[in-house]
């Protein structure tokens, strides 16, 4: 059986089309021949949502459809309307001031500038150690961690972000059969993606199955040294209690560490003050 990873190459790597005279009539064939209704696409700056750009006379595949085929190998693996919003501009650091606790604004600055800095190296080096943020509730994780994907998936770079509980229930769902996509091509997607964002590693009902396939993930990723991005409400002794020792070992050697923390959960304080409560 073919891996997906094979399977994306193959598309992206099909030969080429030479655009003919007729080239508009024979762009839309192409269009309707190599990708879903231009309706499931999202509008891509580079190719207008078509799928397809011109390079030389000859109509090639826009990078935008790879990231869209790594996509779509988990059906909840977009970054939502919400998420897709977040940037380093919009983080927010008046949410930590607290004259009573000044650790809370001080972290939030290494977090964020850990954050951009991350994103600027892995440009360069693909290898680039990656970041777990940990913190509770509110605190801002999963913001910086959507931030870093929109910041790269701006610059082309092939990004997976997925919600923990979302990647084991599709992983349940392809041995039971209800996903058309098979167990082994999720997880080789996870494992091999350059840049994979894992937001929510939380404590979850983790059963053996489960904490060996979230093992299985990262422990090819530190081998491999492809970057990892992970948030987690969790500090790494329930880290360690739900997902074990070999699990949180290998946490440490392929990220560095942060933790974020506010006086009060952010979404309570945008909330108040949305609706002018003191």
Known sequence: M????????????????????KEDEEIQSLEQNSKSPQSQ????????????VLQNDTA???SCM???????????ARLSKELKTYSFA???????????????????????????????NVQNNPYEVGLLFSGPVGSGKTFLAASIANALLAK????LFLIVPDLLDELRASISGRNETNELDLLDV?????ILILDDLGAHNYTEWS?????????????????TIITTNLDFDEIEQHLGERTCSRLLQMCRVFRLTAPQDIRRQIYMRREKIK
Request: proline share 7%.
């Open 66 to 76: 790879e990231q869209k085929r790594i996509e779509n190998s988990f059906k909840y």
């Open 60 to 62: 090639v595949p826009c």
């Open 211 to 227: 904490r060996n396939r979230i093992y299985s993930i990262l422990n090819y990723r530190m081998n491999e040294q492809l970057p």
């Open 41 to 52: 696409l999202s509008t891509c700056p580079i190719c207008g949502g078509r799928g397809i």
């Open 90 to 120: 919009k983080f927010n650091l008046e949410y930590y001031q607290d004259p009573t606790a000044p650790e809370h604004y001080i972290n939030a600055q290494k977090a964020l500038k850990a954050a951009m800095d991350f994103t600027e």
């Open 190 to 194: 996870a494992r091999t993606i350059p």
């Open 2 to 21: 073919e891996k997906s990873g094979d399977i994306i190459a193959k598309v992206i790597n099909k030969k080429t089309f030479k655009r003919p005279q």
């Open 156 to 159: 082309e770079f092939k990004v």
